[in-house]
């Protein structure tokens, strides 16, 4: 029988916790022997004082054991993408489809939009009629099927993490790379994913603001991945500025209807695309980043991909019809132009503040249980390093409230710092680490 209180201290004082500590913790947790107060506690101890490799594996194991886990055939190259969350980040959208189409099982389990980071379940949701929560069986039935199911968390499934996650939020401990690791790697270890990419986003938008911080995160992940059997491969992206150019759940799965389509947006296309090349690199299934470039764009042009996505809509209960019909999703009455204050090149961009402001007409939340708009957003064009005068338009506010929709425009307007000095455009991917 463990002492909650001297494993507080053990952790406290800066020694090593044991693996049947860390499981006794949890365990009473969530039996509820232990108190909030004591997680609390035991989580500060934690963040300030680090944890050890044997640490975070040991609370990977528990989290995963305190729910239930997906096993698919192991002959079946089950794959995943994780992204640490960003605005403007639809990658998921593109990526899940494509890579159904080159030949991997992709077992997707996203989250909702919460503060300034947009959610992929909300994008998914703002087609109508898409269903996202399936009871594990179903969910892995469907991805044996058809080789890809987008669904939102089951409470079956790593609830330990869902618990501990929110009380990190309230007790300022989200910030630890031992705690973030066992919350990202239980969930996808769980799923029964073999080879995982991770986005790891860098920069103003992300909750990693720099690169040596980034890499610490991404020797835990990739660690911890092998010692469950699963190949973890992470990509640095640069978060700086939103992605791609739309903002807002409709206005979102659009662009990456449109990538489907074969319509090249810029920076969403790299980052797809590397993201895709590391899960078929890592499931065996192409040798080089070229050679799935080369098979990318051919499933793209010969509309395998977007069939893909087709299917997945018709199977998870969506209407299909917005793939030819975009207003199947809902339009916002108003699109305000968002204008330059001044001349000059762009030397950042406030993702962030962005992101907040979009959570006033309703195209984010604050509260999970906030309602959302799916027809809200912007569309925003220039990137960092681009030059405007001003008054030059730098995109379009949807909205359906004026007054509303106005304030957020000037909101949006002031996220970008426009200077007379040029600017070198900054580059997507920052950095791919395997181990
Ligand atoms: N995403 C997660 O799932 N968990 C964390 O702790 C941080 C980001």
């Keep these: 029988m463990y002492n909650p209180v001297e494993i507080i201290l053990k952790k406290r004082n800066g020694y090593n916790?044991?693996?049947?500590?860390?499981?006794?913790?949890?365990?009473?947790?969530?039996?509820g022997s232990i108190a909030e107060y004591q997680m609390s506690a035991?989580?500060?101890?934690?963040?300030?004082?680090?944890?050890?490799?044997?640490?975070?594996?040991?609370?990977?194991?528990?989290y995963i054991e305190s729910g239930k886990s997906l096993h698919f055939d192991s002959a079946l190259p089950v794959a995943d993408k994780h992204s640490t969350g960003g605005v403007g980040d639809k990658i998921s959208l593109m990526l899940a489809p494509l890579a159904a189409a080159l030949g991997l099982y992709?077992?997707?389990?996203?989250?909702?939009?919460?503060?300034?980071?947009?959610?992929?379940?909300?994008?998914?949701?703002?087609?109508?009629g898409f269903r996202v929560q399936y009871p594990m069986q179903e969910f892995q039935s469907i991805v044996e099927q058809h080789g890809l199911a987008m669904v939102g968390q089951s409470s079956e499934m790593v609830p330990a993490d869902k618990r501990i996650y929110a009380l990190r939020d309230v007790t300022a401990t989200v910030e630890s790379p031992g705690?973030?690791?066992?919350?990202?790697?239980?969930?996808k270890i769980a799923e029964g994913a073999k080879h995982l990419v991770i986005d790891l986003k860098v920069g103003s938008g992300a909750f990693m603001p720099n690169?040596?911080?980034?890499?610490?995160?991404?020797?835990?992940?990739?660690?911890?991945?092998?010692?469950?059997?699963?190949?973890?491969?992470?990509?640095?992206?640069?978060?700086?500025s939103p992605l791609g150019i739309a903002v807002g759940n409709a206005l979102e799965t659009i662009e990456a209807i449109e990538y489907l389509k074969g319509k090249t947006l810029s920076d969403t296309k790299e980052l797809t695309e590397v993201l895709v090349g590391q899960m078929l690199i890592s499931a065996g299934l192409c040798q080089s980043q070229a050679e799935a470039e080369s098979r990318i764009?051919?499933?793209?042009?010969?509309?395998?991909?977007?069939?893909?996505?087709?299917?997945?809509?018709?199977?998870?209960?969506?209407?299909?019809?917005?793939?030819?019909?975009?207003?199947?999703?809902?339009?916002?009455?108003?699109?305000?132009?968002?204008?330059?204050?001044?001349?000059?090149?762009?030397?950042?961009?406030?993702?962030?503040?962005i992101g907040y402001a979009l959570v006033k007409v309703k195209a984010g939340r604050m509260q999970i249980s906030d309602e959302i708009d799916y027809s809200a957003g912007a569309r925003l064009f220039p990137k960092i390093g681009d030059q405007l005068a001003s008054g030059d338009?730098?995109?379009?506010?949807?909205?359906?409230?004026?007054?509303?929709?106005?304030?957020?425009?000037k909101l949006i307007s002031n996220a970008y710092q426009i200077s007379p000095l040029p600017k070198d455009k900054e580059s997507l991917i920052l950095e791919i680490y395997t181990g």
């Design 106 to 128: 992709v077992p997707m389990i996203s989250g909702r939009g919460l503060g300034h980071t947009g959610g992929t379940l909300d994008k998914l949701e703002a087609i109508p």
């Design 297 to 353: 764009a051919e499933v793209i042009s010969n509309g395998k991909a977007l069939e893909v996505f087709r299917k997945m809509i018709q199977t998870q209960g969506g209407d299909p019809k917005v793939i030819e019909d975009y207003s199947l999703m809902g339009t916002s009455t108003l699109q305000i132009p968002i204008l330059a204050q001044q001349s000059g090149y762009i030397h950042q961009i406030d993702s962030r503040a």
């Design 17 to 31: 916790l044991e693996t049947a500590e860390i499981k006794a913790f949890i365990t009473g947790y969530l039996d």
């Design 179 to 187: 705690l973030i690791t066992a919350s990202i790697m239980s969930k």
């Design 42 to 62: 035991l989580l500060m101890a934690l963040y300030f004082q680090g944890m050890s490799e044997t640490e975070i594996a040991a609370l990977t194991k528990s």
């Design 393 to 409: 338009l730098i995109g379009y506010l949807h909205a359906n409230d004026l007054k509303l929709g106005e304030e957020v425009a």
């Design 211 to 240: 690169l040596k911080r980034a890499r610490e995160l991404a020797e835990n992940l990739v660690r911890t991945g092998a010692s469950f059997e699963q190949k973890v491969s992470v990509v640095f992206s640069n978060m700086n």
